[in-house]
């Protein structure tokens, strides 16, 4: 059975940093591409960063270019999300999801593995 944990959110000021982390058994995660995805309150839920299976491609979406960075540890198991200049309209909360076939995707249909969420809460 494959489990996606992740942890590492929490209240943040404005311009402050967190670090998410994801968590993954039952699953030969190096084969899998990775992303994190967020839903805001009242909104659909959306792609913010994926990685490939070596960690060397990876992509974000525009609103955090330069803000965010994700990457991986196959040896762990583990996808981080290091989260940087962090803004109100970043609030959310934020999935980690993996997909098992090749290559990365923007939509979260199709993604096959999803965890359970961690909330992320930045104050202005």
């Known amino acids: 059975q494959v489990q996606l944990v992740e942890s590492g959110g929490g209240l943040v000021q404005a311009g402050g940093s967190l670090r998410l982390s994801c968590a993954a058994s039952g699953v030969t995660f190096s084969t899998y591409p990775l992303a994190w995805f967020r839903r805001a309150p009242g909104k659909e839920r959306e792609f913010v960063a994926g990685i490939g299976r070596s960690g060397v491609y990876t992509d974000y979406t525009d609103s955090v270019k330069g803000r965010f960075t994700i990457s991986r540890d196959n040896a762990k198991k583990t996808v981080y999300l290091q989260m940087y200049s962090l803004k109100p309209e970043d609030t959310a909360v934020y999935y980690c999801?993996?997909?098992?076939?090749?290559?990365?995707?923007?939509?979260?249909?199709?993604?096959?593995?999803w965890g359970q969420g961690t909330q992320v809460t930045v104050s202005s």
């Open positions: 999801a993996a997909k098992a076939d090749y290559g990365l995707a923007y939509r979260d249909l199709e993604y096959h593995y």
